[in-house]
Every structure is written in C-alpha cells, then in structure tokens.
C-alpha cells in the first residue's frame, strides 16, 4: 500500500545518504553552470534536448528544477526562478534554509535528509502547498505562520521532543498530511494526541485517519481540546480587535488625524503634567475637570471626523487624475504601436522587394523611399510624445492646483478646530485660577473642610506659589495643543509637496525614456535595414 512505499522510499533514501562519503568530497556551490547542467539533464531529451540546449534556458521560465545528491551546503542564487513551482534539494549537507523568498509561486519544496537544525526563511513562500523536511535536526515547529496553503507536511525523523510542537499545527486549515513518526515525543502514545488536536488530518504517518480513530482520540482529550479552543477564541478575537484597531490607525494617519479620537490629545495634556492633574483633584472641580474634557473629546472627535471626509475626497480626485493619466498614455501608446506595425509591414515589403531587383538605382530609391519613410515615422512618434507631455503637464498642473484647494480647505477647518481647543484650555485654566485661589485663602485662613493630600499641599505655600502652579499647566497644555496642530498641518504639507514632487520627476523620466525609446528604435531599425542591405 502507499505506506508500505513511502516507508521503504525512506530507508532507500537513508541507506542513499548513509553511503555517500560527505566527508571526502568538497561542497558544492549552486551556481550557473549546475543549474542549467541540471535544467538540461532533467528537460526534454533527444532531438528535442539539442534544440533547447542550442536556444538556451530562460530561468524565469522554468517551473521545476532537482538539486538533490549534490552534496549543496548553502542554498544560493535561486533568485531568477520566479516561477518556479517545484523544488527538490534533499539529500545534501544544507545546513540553513534560506535565500527562497523570490520564489514566492513554489508549491512543492523538499529539503529532506539535510543538516537542517531551525525552521526559517519561508515566510514570502505563502503558495507553498507540499513541505518536506524530514531526517533533520529541527527541534521546534516554528515561522510558518505565512504558509496558510499548506496542506502536506513531513517533519518526521527530527529533534522534536514536546506535543506542543502539535498545537502550534492547528493553524494550518488545510494541513490534511502529516508525518511526526521518528522524533523524541513519538516514543510515547502520540497518535491520539495528533489527531484529537488536528481535527483536519487525513492521513497521519502515510497511514489513512480512521473514522473511530477520530473519534476515541476526541473523547480521550475532549477536556483539553475544549480548553484549547476556549482559548484560541479568546486570541482570535483578540488579533481581530487589534487588526480593526490598526486599520482604524491607519485611516486616521492617512486622513493626518491620528492621536486626536476619543480623548488622546486630552490624557496627552496631562501625561507629563502631575502638578497639573493634581490641581483637577481640587474640591469644587470635579464637575468642571470632566466638562472640560468631555467638549474637549467632542471637538477633537469633530475634527477627526471631518478629515476623514476630506481624506476620502482627496483619495477620490486622486484616483480620479490617476486614471486620466493612465487613460492618455494608454491612447498615445496605442496609437504608437499603430503607426509602427503599419511601417514594419512597409519595411518588410520593400526588403522583400529589394531582394527581387536587380538594378542598383531601383534599389537606391527603394531604400530611400524606406528611410524617408523612417523619419516620417520619427516626426510622428515625437508629435505623439510631445502632445502626451503638454498634456499631461496641464493635467498636472490642474491637479496641483485642486490638490492645494483641498489641503488649504482642510488646514484652515484644522486650525478652526485647534482654536476651539484652545479657548476651552483658556476657559478652564481660569476656572482653576479661581478655585486655587479660593482655596488658598480658606488655606490661609484655618477654614479648609477637607484636609489637602500632601502632593497638594505643599503647592498651597502662599499665592505666587499657586498662581505658577496653575499658570505653568496651562502653559504644558498649550505648548502641547500647538505642537498637535504643527504636526499635522506640517505632514499634510509635506505630503502635498512630496506627491507633487514625485509625479512631475516621474513625467520628467516617463518623457525622457520615451523619446529614448523612439531613438533607439529609430537607430536599430537603420542599423537592420543596412545590415539587411550587405547580404
């Protein structure tokens, strides 16, 4: 059956690496010559072998390649095998895995019978279906949290030595083949504990899962199993309110109102302000203290509420300008592309003319006739390039100037809001002013109620004392409400400059590549028609 023929796969395999005489022979480095020498011993053979070898190997075409039985120490220079789909490099002497992550479409990788120690560098590999890493010495199932496809893993054959190790392999959905038998913690009565913690597996070991396997593994573990998902609950939910959260941090950075929503920038005033948070402690300003921050909030919630209204207007007329722009290179390419295949088919009748005459003034005016014919193509194409330029540079400039009307919009409606903050620091900082005084007198005069605790008491000297106390939290707080302000009207700038920046250098180039590009063509299609020429 198959687990008869994969076990015996197994020892073949052992029995392999056992013989091989590692210890004599010199490492080999994966280089250019290994790699096309074994593209071209595993690719088509015969007539058909000769010609591909002639025509050459493109690495970004291959989807599989073997590297196994060639004693490879280090894996290296894979990264023109950007297509690759399949991977053999089992049975070497690799000591590390890495160097994978461009091959970011391999379903199948198989690095058994290595000297393999830790699980790394496969977390670009997130196609990867098919993962073998067995007769190692890993000791830990680790970094594969990428690897969401999985669906075959053989780890058997290690240095894993605790049943945790299984839990980790619960987040693997489609993991449905597993191989474990040979590591330390399979000494033990482990297959029950496998397949009660993955519910999933089809086949354990190369051995089908049975249905009343299953089911006398989930009774015997049912408590632990029930704890276990209890808890993985517990997690996702707490991974999903911190995805929401940086999601929502992210839409406020983008919008240039983060650190305003639901009383940050109020807690942010007392953060470093103890004098000042003491003072609010004062009898009499409770009432005020949580009005206070309560219109504070509402103003900085308004705030972030409009940004992200005028974040959402920004990132529509900029969508908007991105695909006019698209729109007119797409025209002008295709009308290029046009008048070129029509002077290609030109050209290629007259060539084919020229080879049937025999006068040589006839010929002379024929290729005339085509390099005439050449620089009409020229003028056209630069007629092209320069109309797509002074369109897009009006283009640009319109959306410069809609840009700047929408920051400038948003910047003063900005400003209006830090006033309203301002002028409540002002209104409550005079309430404090009033109540501190207040205080110091009956202070003053033995006719306090309440005894003050000693971090306010000692504030509570004589009135100058107290007068700065409160004069110097008003000025943390609105030294802290300036600096908000700054911060956001000076990034929302920076990136109106940037993008701006960025999209005339990127015409600049765009312009410069394309006339380029029609020069070198000019230029090597003279060069074909010469060479066509001297035949």
Same mark, same amino acid.
């Given at each position: 059956?198959?687990?008869?023929?994969?076990?015996?796969?197994?020892?073949?395999?052992?029995?392999?690496?056992?013989?091989?005489?590692?210890?004599?022979?010199e490492?080999?480095?994966?280089?250019?010559?290994?790699?096309?020498?074994?593209?071209?011993?595993?690719?088509?053979?015969?007539?058909?072998g000769?010609?591909?070898?002639?025509?050459?190997?493109?690495?970004?075409?291959?989807?599989?390649?073997?590297?196994?039985?060639?004693?490879?120490?280090?894996?290296?220079?894979?990264?023109?095998?950007?297509?690759?789909?399949?991977?053999?490099?089992?049975?070497?002497?690799? @000591?590390?895995?890495? =160097? *994978?992550?461009? !091959?970011?479409?391999?379903?199948?990788?198989?690095? #058994? +019978?290595? /000297?393999?120690?830790?699980?790394e560098?496969?977390?670009?590999?997130?196609?990867?279906?098919?993962l073998?890493?067995?007769?190692?010495?890993?000791?830990?199932?680790?970094?594969? @949290?990428?690897?969401? =496809? *999985?669906?075959? !893993?053989?780890?058997?054959?290690?240095?894993?030595? #605790? +049943?945790? /190790?299984?839990?980790?392999?619960?987040?693997?959905?489609?993991?449905?083949?597993?191989?474990?038998?040979?590591?330390?913690?399979?000494?033990?009565?482990?297959?029950?504990?496998?397949?009660?913690?993955?519910?999933?597996?089809?086949?354990?070991?190369?051995?089908?899962?049975?249905?009343?396997?299953?089911?006398?593994?989930?009774?015997?573990?049912?408590?632990?199993?029930?704890?276990?998902?209890?808890?993985e609950?517990?997690?996702?939910?707490?991974?999903?309110?911190?995805?929401?959260?940086?999601?929502?941090?992210?839409?406020?950075?983008?919008?240039?109102?983060?650190?305003?929503?639901?009383?940050?920038?109020?807690?942010?005033?007392?953060?470093?302000?103890?004098?000042?948070?003491?003072?609010?402690q004062?009898?009499?300003?409770?009432?005020?203290?949580?009005?206070?921050?309560?219109?504070?909030?509402?103003?900085?919630?308004?705030?972030?509420?409009?940004?992200?209204?005028?974040?959402?207007?920004?990132?529509?007329?900029?969508?908007?300008?991105e695909?006019a722009?698209?729109?007119?290179?797409?025209?002008?390419?295709?009308?290029?592309?046009?008048?070129?295949?029509?002077?290609?088919?030109?050209?290629?009748?007259?060539?084919?003319?020229?080879?049937?005459?025999?006068?040589?003034?006839?010929?002379?005016?024929?290729?005339?006739?085509?390099?005439?014919?050449?620089?009409?193509?020229?003028?056209?194409?630069?007629?092209?390039?320069?109309?797509?330029?002074?369109?897009?540079?009006?283009?640009?400039?319109?959306?410069?100037?809609?840009?700047?009307?929408?920051?400038?919009?948003?910047?003063?409606?900005?400003?209006?809001?830090?006033?309203?903050?301002?002028?409540?620091?002002?209104?409550?900082?005079?309430?404090?002013?009033?109540?501190?005084?207040?205080?110091?007198?009956?202070?003053?005069?033995?006719?306090?109620?309440?005894?003050?605790?000693?971090?306010?008491?000692i504030?509570?000297?004589?009135?100058?004392?107290?007068?700065?106390?409160?004069?110097?939290?008003?000025?943390?707080?609105?030294?802290?409400?300036?600096?908000?302000?700054?911060?956001?009207?000076?990034?929302?700038n920076?990136?109106?400059?940037?993008?701006t920046?960025?999209?005339?250098?990127?015409?600049?180039?765009?312009?410069?590549?394309?006339?380029?590009?029609?020069?070198?063509?000019?230029?090597?299609?003279?060069?074909?028609?010469?060479?066509?020429?001297?035949?």
């Amino acid at each position: 059956g198959l687990s008869f023929k994969l076990s015996y796969y197994n020892e073949y395999k052992s029995y392999l690496r056992m013989n091989r005489l590692y210890d004599t022979v010199e490492p080999t480095v994966i280089d250019e010559e290994l790699l096309r020498t074994c593209i071209e011993d595993q690719g088509p053979q015969g007539e058909a072998g000769r010609i591909a070898k002639r025509e050459g190997t493109d690495f970004t075409e291959v989807r599989k390649i073997r590297l196994d039985f060639k004693n490879i120490l280090k894996i290296d220079n894979l990264w023109f095998f950007n297509n690759l789909v399949k991977l053999n490099l089992d049975n070497n002497i690799i @000591e590390k895995i890495e =160097n *994978l992550g461009s !091959l970011i479409h391999l379903e199948w990788l198989d690095l #058994s +019978f290595n /000297n393999i120690e830790k699980i790394e560098g496969l977390d670009k590999l997130t196609k990867l279906r098919d993962l073998t890493l067995y007769n190692n010495h890993i000791t830990t199932l680790e970094n594969m @949290e990428s690897l969401n =496809n *999985l669906h075959v !893993l053989s780890i058997g054959n290690n240095n894993i030595d #605790s +049943f945790e /190790n299984v839990i980790y392999l619960r987040r693997f959905e489609n993991l449905r083949c597993l191989n474990v038998a040979g590591n330390p913690f399979t000494e033990e009565n482990y297959k029950p504990y496998v397949v009660s913690h993955l519910p999933k597996l089809t086949y354990l070991d190369f051995r089908l899962v049975s249905q009343q396997m299953r089911e006398e593994a989930i009774i015997q573990y049912q408590d632990a199993i029930d704890a276990l998902e209890h808890n993985e609950r517990d997690e996702k939910k707490k991974i999903e309110a911190q995805r929401m959260h940086q999601e929502e941090e992210k839409i406020l950075r983008e919008a240039f109102v983060d650190g305003l929503k639901n009383g940050v920038l109020f807690e942010e005033l007392f953060a470093e302000d103890v004098d000042g948070f003491n003072l609010n402690q004062l009898p009499l300003m409770d009432e005020a203290f949580e009005g206070y921050k309560e219109k504070m909030t509402k103003v900085c919630n308004e705030l972030v509420e409009f940004g992200i209204k005028e974040q959402e207007i920004r990132a529509r007329e900029t969508g908007l300008f991105e695909e006019a722009v698209n729109k007119a290179k797409q025209a002008d390419k295709e009308m290029g592309v046009q008048r070129v295949n029509k002077f290609l088919e030109y050209k290629k009748e007259v060539l084919n003319e020229i080879v049937q005459l025999g006068d040589p003034r006839m010929v002379e005016n024929k290729v005339q006739d085509l390099h005439e014919e050449l620089s009409t193509l020229w003028d056209v194409l630069m007629g092209y390039e320069l109309q797509l330029a002074e369109q897009l540079e009006d283009v640009i400039k319109d959306f410069e100037r809609a840009l700047a009307d929408m920051i400038s919009n948003f910047t003063e409606s900005a400003q209006n809001y830090f006033t309203q903050c301002r002028e409540l620091e002002l209104l409550h900082h005079e309430k404090l002013t009033e109540t501190a005084l207040l205080i110091m007198e009956k202070v003053l005069k033995s006719e306090l109620e309440e005894e003050l605790p000693e971090d306010l008491r000692i504030m509570f000297v004589d009135k100058d004392t107290i007068t700065n106390a409160v004069n110097a939290s008003h000025d943390v707080h609105n030294q802290r409400i300036d600096n908000k302000e700054d911060d956001i009207l000076t990034r929302i700038n920076n990136m109106k400059e940037g993008y701006t920046s960025d999209l005339y250098n990127a015409e600049i180039q765009r312009n410069r590549n394309r006339i380029a590009e029609i020069n070198h063509f000019l230029e090597n299609t003279k060069d074909e028609i010469d060479e066509h020429l001297d035949r």
